[in-house]
């Protein structure tokens, strides 16, 4: 076991950085107490994504416990779906009314824009040390770290194992076997989609990184400048619409969210999918039973590339007084507690960002061994960069027009004239 601990710590420090458990009540973190908040009352808002069938009552439950051990800090957390959780920011900023922690995937564009503290202005020096360092390297720009790390996830191929071996068909590992699989199982079975694409705003990116990673492309190239309309690019991406076209996935990859396609997993009705490691807790809450695998992402390279996903806690620059920064640190002291963490971790089925999260769920779940070669071979986001938001959108929009028949080519053209000018 401290094998694997030691695996786990060796292979995030090495990424580059490159989709209701824990009802108990940890210890009250050794650095905080009740008083370390200061004796004056402060008003604390928190948005905070949705992740899953649980997340509204761990936050209910965490707020409960808070305000009981801090009942000078009025904290409240208003739990946004992954659907809507940037508009309701960005119309709050328009506002002027930002929240004063907010936990989502990007952060360069309001970092940009001057609107957020530095991580270590709002975190205590104990909490910060628990982070993996090459996760806090995701959010560094210009040599300042601007948001820390909520959790991690990575992505896999997941297979009906019943499935695949009644169409007599073995697990795909290149483009070429992968489009021969769906062929057999369509012909094996035609109400079954071989293959699940989920091109939805909810997470067309990753679908976008799946294809154009692994067939020698991506969103930059190698001098870190966006290169969105490659050659390799408009191949992956084509490749893709032909599944589709070719009626080998979900009939409506533009509306079907990656939580949609679980359910289909789970039901039977999609042999096969990419998805994150949370996949087997989202199949379990939701009562179903699948005999499934899980296997590297199927590439056009002759190495699979995984991709790995990272979401953030930051702060927005609101002139707080000093109880109230105390305040704000006291919650990232108190979330990233240990036990609460690691539960909270282990609840929504991801993987941690604090080394000793890492140790306590290595020593509870063995199973995470099998994603430390999945993780290693991950790929990030560049949500460093302050186009991102616009280029997350963009690839997005061109999925979905080139499902209706648009040109990927032309399209690709369009929006690196956009971003790169």
């Not at 009552?57 to 208003?78: C, G, M, Q, R």
């Not at 293959?195 to 294809?211: H, K, L, P, S, V």
């Not at 769920?361 to 999945?374: H, P, Q």
């Amino acid at each position: 076991m401290k094998k694997f601990v030691a695996l786990l710590l060796a292979l995030v420090m090495a990424c580059s950085l490159a989709a209701c458990g824990g009802s108990s009540t940890p210890a009250t973190p050794a650095s905080s107490d009740s008083s370390s908040a200061g004796s004056e009352t402060v008003e604390l808002n928190v948005i905070a994504a949705q992740y899953g069938q649980n997340t509204n009552a761990w936050w209910d439950n965490f707020v409960k416990e808070f305000k009981s051990a801090y009942p000078n800090i009025d904290l409240t957390v208003e739990v946004v779906s992954w659907n809507d959780i940037y508009t309701k920011v960005n119309t709050r900023i328009a506002n002027g009314q930002a929240p004063d922690i907010l936990n989502i995937d990007v952060f360069a564009d309001y970092q940009a824009d001057g609107l957020l503290l530095p991580a270590k202005d709002f975190v205590s020096e104990e909490t910060y040390a628990k982070m993996y360092p090459a996760f806090l390297e995701q959010s560094n720009v210009d040599g300042t770290i601007w948001a820390i790390p909520d959790l991690a996830s990575a992505r896999a191929m997941y297979y009906n194992a019943d499935i695949l071996e009644a169409a007599g068909v073995e697990v795909p590992t290149t483009w070429e076997e992968l489009t021969a699989a769906c062929e057999a199982i369509k012909a094996y079975d035609s109400s079954i989609y071989p293959w699940g694409i989920d091109m939805t705003t909810d997470e067309g990116q990753a679908a976008f990184a799946y294809y154009t990673w692994n067939n020698g492309g991506g969103f930059v190239d190698a001098n870190g400048e966006w290169a969105l309309n490659s050659a390799e690019n408009v191949e992956a991406i084509e490749y893709a619409i032909g599944l589709v076209n070719a009626g080998y996935t979900n009939t409506d990859p533009a509306n079907d969210t990656r939580y949609a396609l679980q359910d289909m997993f789970g039901a039977g009705q999609v042999a096969m999918m990419i998805a994150p490691n949370s996949l087997p807790t989202y199949v379990a809450d939701g009562g179903y039973e699948v005999n499934y695998g899980v296997a590297a992402i199927p590439t056009n390279t002759g190495s699979s590339v995984s991709a790995g996903v990272m979401d953030r806690f930051m702060c927005f620059d609101n002139g707080y007084s000093d109880a109230e920064m105390e305040a704000i640190k006291t919650f990232f002291d108190y979330f990233y507690e240990d036990e609460r963490y690691s539960a909270w971790v282990e609840m929504e089925g991801f993987l941690p960002a604090t080394s000793t999260g890492g140790e306590i769920l290595a020593a509870a779940d063995e199973s995470m061994a099998a994603w430390v070669d999945i993780v290693g071979s991950s790929n990030f986001y560049p949500t460093a960069k302050a186009e991102w938001a616009d280029v997350k959108q963009g690839v997005i929009n061109v999925e979905q027009q080139a499902l209706l028949g648009g040109n990927v080519q032309e399209l690709l053209d369009a929006l690196q004239s956009e971003i790169a000018g």
